[in-house]
């Protein structure tokens, strides 16, 4: 057989050998494609900077969730300004859970390298590490779920929300909308529950224990169930208070 017939009858059998689709391929790039949507339907950040939230994910993953256990739920956001509250309670909150706050762009990078470090000890995942922005994202518009896609809308909108608001408008919304017990939400509520007083009239062994509870107030750091494990918290939360110098107070919109 001649060259050119040998190059003919090779043409004629890949033309009718079926070409494979490339469904992996074809897949990732409709996964990209539905992850970049996903993100450009993601909230602005801003529709909160004058309008105060009237409820949350987390408050209505905790009213669904109350639902199916067949039990009542009702909450009631009394919204307290930040000028309100007293300087200690801030002055807990912040160096409790995001010492940096007035110093980073919504992401604590250090700590997110100390927490990632230790995951890696224990061969678990990281925990710890989010800043105040990055939980108020997250308690405002997601759930509790802790996959890539959504710790990636977490970050998608922590970067927003700090683009859009100042740090004072944060912390205040902040400091509204955490959860603080059962059917607890902000400051003004859990000091009524816990202390029968408003927020503003805190003192700063009050105040400790309010940020001590915060990581995880039904359960892990609950005081009716561990309340030794609250004090002790709570001590070094006030001891981090008298050695910390905290700016309680910054200007902007």
Known sequence: MSIRRRVSALRTRFRQRPRKIPWGRALLAASLVWVVVDILMLPPGDEFRRQNPQTTALIEARREEAAEQGKTFSVSLRWVSL???????????????????????????????????AALRTFSFPRGASTITQQLAKNLYLSESRNPLRKLREAVITLKIERALSKVRILEIYLNIIELGPQIFGVDAAARHYFGSSASALSEGQSAFLAAIIPNPRTVYNPKVHPERVRKRSAIIEKRMRRSIVPLMKAGP
């Open 83 to 117: 000028k309100e509250l007293p300087p200690h309670l801030i002055k807990a909150v912040i160096v409790s859970e995001d010492a940096s706050f007035y110093d980073h762009q919504g992401f604590d990078f250090g700590e997110m390298f100390h927490a990632m470090s």
